[in-house]
């Protein structure tokens, strides 16, 4: 089956640094791809949506500046959490759509990468 | 506004026991409702998934059913195992290639 790749699976940083997460889907390609943050015992909040070659789409509220997506390839987007602080803190998830998507077919989501910020 | 409501927010289970979780969305376009399991430190599973022009849909011990008029659709859970404690989340979406919209979810705990 269909398998998205996120790494790291865990990051501890310092504060003011930035935090770069990958997401790569391995044995499809992927034109949509999407980043969710979830707090702890909450659901799966949407923070942008990105297409291959094209700049991301935000959700209201989210920082663009702060939260840098990129989606270079057709397996490959990124997420950059800039000047990480203690507030970011939090799990980041991605997911992904194969090329074609009719929405009949599963998205497929990553194992989600845990970011703490001391 | 929240588009996909979803309760319970908990439940508790005897093992072998049915589990039922239900959904209820506002957004007529929506024509795909997929139903995801999710364990803790892991991200979400697709568990099965409906289209509305089916009333029900099993795969081994789950069930989902579906009431296009109600604009209702609940996840069943037939045999409920202490394995099938997680987190489930119903969601909804159209072909057009909008994002997921994910209830709050559910956890389930099975006790034997």
């Known amino acids: 089956g269909a398998v998205v790749s996120q790494h790291p699976s865990w990051v501890i940083c310092k504060s003011g640094t930035s935090v770069k997460i990958e997401c790569r889907s391995l044995?499809?390609?992927?034109?949509?791809m999407f980043w969710y943050r979830q707090f702890p015992k909450q659901s799966l909040m949407l923070m942008a949506t990105?297409?291959?070659?094209?700049?991301?789409?935000?959700e209201q509220g989210v920082e663009k500046d702060k939260f840098l997506i990129n989606h270079a390839s057709l397996t490959l987007s990124t997420l950059t959490v800039t000047s990480a602080h203690p507030e970011d803190s939090s799990f980041y998830i991605c997911?992904?759509?194969?090329?074609?998507?009719?929405?009949?077919?599963?998205?497929?989501f990553g194992d989600g990468t845990r970011l703490s910020i001391l | 506004q929240q588009q996909v409501k979803q309760s319970p927010q908990s439940l508790i289970v005897q093992k072998g026991g049915i589990s039922i979780i239900n959904c209820a969305y506002e957004?007529?376009?929506?024509?795909?409702f997929p139903w995801y399991q999710q364990f803790p430190g892991k991200g979400p599973a697709l568990l099965i998934a409906?289209?509305?022009?089916?009333s029900e849909k099993k795969e081994g011990r789950f069930t989902i059913s579906f009431n296009k008029s109600a604009k209702q659709f609940s996840l069943h859970i037939m045999d409920s195992q202490p394995g099938d404690s997680a987190t489930y989340f119903c969601?909804?979406?159209?072909?057009?290639?909008?994002?997921?919209?994910f209830g709050k979810g559910t956890r389930l705990s099975v006790i034997a």
């Open positions: 997911s992904a759509r194969d090329r074609g998507w009719t929405g009949n077919q599963p998205q497929h």
């Open positions: 044995d499809f390609q992927a034109t949509t």
């Open positions: 990105s297409n291959e070659g094209s700049k991301a789409t935000y």
């Open positions: 957004n007529t376009a929506f024509d795909y």
């Open positions: 409906i289209r509305p022009d089916v």
């Open positions: 969601a909804a979406t159209n072909s057009g290639n909008t994002p997921l919209v």
